[in-house]
């Protein structure tokens, strides 16, 4: 394989973001992704709407603060939309919300096209499993693939693997978790079902709710989520469940995150069963569709030149080095078993994430994009939701290409210049 610029590691949202944001700065560069297609938790664990990304007052939407390349998939999955849906489908907004929605197996084609109009090589299938480097540099990743072992070479590498695989294996410093006991957020299968009567299900659910707990507390359901948890708006009939919990499992150990799978795919059937029991609206109802991999909220961060911590969101600290937005409430699904913990972030404020939380200490040509960047655990509730993810990776793809471009690196890197050429791609830093 020839030598490239940049090799990005992990083809989730963050990973696209910076392969596509170095390729327009002129990198040459590789994607490299475990699964068959991009997007991570949006297409493989069908996460899914999109969490907030923007200010509001009195209901009127007022700074779009996770714009730029996010913008740009927005509209482009809107284009790609149009005429496969009825007239009150398309993705604008009609009333709260639905500027959240999309749809899943569009989004998915909207990345490849993205990767291949930019112009980035990718590589499916391809498990990254180890890493060679020498004093501060990282000289290449070690994939598997259908042909073998391949040696990946570049210049600069971004991790956006979500679980931190490359700084793991790099050997850089980071935490598992939360402090303390090193648990992480709980896993969760989602799943789609659809021919539900959904008029009728939303008139059914306090019911339904009250039933579902009331067979917790005796036992017959163990799923330690607290309630039903669902999510509308991806067509007739279809109903979105994030309700499946995984708590207590490391999703670094490899038999603990197959015990996980399996377990949640249990719970699938148990939340689908308990409403065809007890659900007139499922009388016709069919359960289409289970993510082929439990979706990870937390798991490894890096501990970088600068860890966010709650109180510097909720204080909108404005770094000055903040290179994306974010506006999202600090939600810890609970990492031991019921409830979760939401503090809610006021809709018409916004915080800054420093260019330091990408940066590790022991690398200079590395930067972490995602939701493994350094922050405590209760900071990494809030800044891990997609648009944020995109964000992080459009700043880490800029900042590398700036790098290369001026024979820096990830740690000598003009900043001001890297915020300059974001705000020029029409992203928000301030
Ligand atoms: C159940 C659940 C519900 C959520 N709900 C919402 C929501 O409603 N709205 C919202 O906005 N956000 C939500 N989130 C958060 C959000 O989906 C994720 O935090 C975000 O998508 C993470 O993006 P990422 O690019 O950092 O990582 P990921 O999406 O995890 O992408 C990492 C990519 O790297 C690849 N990879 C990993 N290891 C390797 C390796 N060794 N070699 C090669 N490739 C590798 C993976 O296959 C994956 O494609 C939710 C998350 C979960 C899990």
């Known amino acids: 394989m020839k030598k490239y610029d940049l090799i990005v590691a992990g083809g989730g949202l963050a990973g696209v973001a910076a392969a596509v944001a170095a390729a327009r700065d002129g990198m040459s560069v590789l994607l490299v992704e475990k699964s068959g297609s991009l997007g991570g938790a949006l297409s493989g664990g069908l996460v899914y709407p999109f969490c907030p990304y923007y200010t509001e007052e009195n209901g009127e939407i007022t700074k779009i603060v996770n714009a730029g390349l996010f913008s740009e998939m927005i509209t482009r999955h809107n284009e790609k939309i149009v005429g496969h849906f009825l007239p009150a489908e398309p993705n604008i907004r009609l009333k709260d919300g639905d500027i959240r929605r999309f749809k899943t197996e569009y989004f998915k084609m909207v990345l490849d096209d993205m990767i291949s109009e930019y112009g980035v090589d990718v590589l499916y299938h391809s498990m990254i499993y180890d890493v060679t480097y020498e004093d501060r540099k990282i000289k290449s990743i070690m994939a598997s693939t259908k042909a073998g072992s391949l040696e990946l070479e570049a210049d600069f590498f971004v991790d956006a693997t979500g679980d931190g695989e490359v700084f793991y294996l790099a050997g850089c410093d980071h935490l598992l978790g939360r402090e303390g006991d090193n648990l992480s957020q709980p896993m969760t299968t989602c799943f789609r079902v659809c021919n539900i009567n959904i008029p009728l299900y939303i008139k059914e659910l306090p019911e339904l709710q009250r039933l579902y707990k009331e067979k917790r507390a005796s036992g017959e359901i163990t799923n330690p989520r607290e309630n039903i948890l669902q999510f509308y708006g991806l067509g007739e009939g279809i109903v979105h469940y994030n309700t499946t919990r995984i708590v207590m499992l490391d999703p670094t150990d490899p038999l603990e995150l197959s015990r996980a799978e399996a377990e949640a795919r249990r719970q699938v059937y148990e939340v689908v069963d308990f409403l065809k029991k007890n659900s007139k609206a499922y009388k016709d109802a069919v359960l289409v569709s289970v993510a082929s991999e439990i979706g990870i909220r937390e798991s490894r961060k890096l501990r970088g030149m600068h860890i966010i911590t709650e109180d510097e969101l909720f204080a909108c ?114």
Request: net charge neutral.
């Open 317 to 430: 600290t404005r770094f000055e080095d903040s290179i994306a937005l974010g506006n999202y409430d600090v939600d810890i699904h609970s990492p031991d078993g019921t409830g979760t913990r939401i503090r809610k972030f006021d809709r018409d404020k916004y915080y800054t994430i420093p260019y330091r939380s990408l940066l590790p200490k022991e690398y200079d040509n590395l930067l972490v994009a995602g939701r493994c960047i350094s922050t405590t655990h209760e900071a990494q509730s809030s800044v891990r939701i997609m648009p944020i993810c995109v964000s992080m990776g459009e700043a880490a793809g800029v900042a590398m290409a700036e790098a290369k471009h001026s024979g820096k690196n990830a740690h000598t890197v003009d900043i001001k210049k890297v915020q300059e050429l974001l705000i020029n791609y029409g992203a928000q830093i301030y």
